[in-house]
């Protein structure tokens, strides 16, 4: 029997590369990464909690809108999902890789590790036809559901008060997609602040090494371009004072158009 859920699906960027270039002991390490955030945080049987399949550099977490529990006490399931890529990303970038995928609701079936149905074949479709650059996109009717869905929002919440919390979370591209805006929603989920400029230095620093590898353009280059200018504008977001409260300056965490030669200016 299918049930809405709201569908995860991810794909590690360069995996091949990461598989030829690092110690096995290396790539299980990133594995573990994604096994930390895409698995049931609690028991085993905790509806609330994300069902998860990981194979080889695909990741599907499906969290069931219609189980019991969701039923009788909503709990806002597209906050926590969106919340728990904001943290995996992180991490991830602290360990130098990139993921893309999407987020969809629809039906979904999972049973002994196999997973189908609508739902699933969206989340896909987003991630393989439409994410394009190294973001977590969501879909349209995802977005729209916050509003029209009560499996969707905290019942503590009103919509307006999920809404403004998911937003936290998320940023509207050029292209007029929502996607999981991490840079800039990590800063309030860190132990310290001192750990944010440093996640800039290392994003940043991640950034010009892939675009040293893809200095003409092509489909890899155009990937790390976007990432370049999402970086930009998420530094660009705090003012010179914080960063000489850390004894930086804001050009210190900058990409600038010398350090990536696709990042161009007339």
């Known amino acids: 029997m299918y049930q809405k859920s709201i569908i995860t699906f991810i794909d590690i960027l360069g995996f091949k590369e ?39 550099d695909s990741i599907i977490r499906v969290r069931n809108l219609e189980s019991e529990e969701n039923i009788a006490y909503p709990i806002g399931h597209l906050f926590h999902e969106v919340n728990s890529l904001v ?12 993921i893309r995928g999407g987020i969809s609701i629809g ?15 969206a989340a896909y479709e987003l991630e393989s036809k439409y994410a394009n650059y190294p973001r977590v996109i969501l879909s349209p009717e995802l977005i729209n559901s916050v509003g029209n869905d009560v499996l969707v929002v905290n019942e503590a919440h009103s919509t307006e008060e999920e809404r403004e919390n998911i937003k936290t979370q998320l940023a509207q591209g050029d292209d007029g997609i929502w996607f999981v805006d991490y840079l800039r929603a990590a800063e309030p989920e860190l ?24 200095k003409s353009l092509s489909n890899v280059s155009l990937k790390y371009l976007w990432l370049a200018n999402y970086h930009n504008k998420t530094v660009l977001l705090k003012p010179e004072r914080y960063f000489e409260a850390y004894g930086i300056e804001r050009v210190d965490v900058l990409i600038s158009f010398n350090e990536m030669s696709t990042l161009t200016s007339m």
């Open 191 to 214: 132990d310290s602040p001192e750990f944010y400029p440093e996640l800039l230095a290392k994003h940043k620093s991640l950034i010009v090494s892939q675009g040293e590898k893809h």
């Open 87 to 98: 943290h995996a990303q992180v991490n991830l970038i602290n360990n130098g890789v990139l």
């Open 107 to 121: 039906a979904a079936k999972v049973s002994q590790n196999r997973i189908f149905g609508p739902g699933f074949v």
């Open 18 to 56: 990461i598989v030829n270039s690092r110690s096995a002991d290396q790539v299980d390490k990133i594995l573990n990464i994604l096994n930390d955030f895409t698995t049931n945080e609690a028991d085993d049987d905790d509806e609330f909690e994300p069902q998860t399949i990981i194979f080889s």
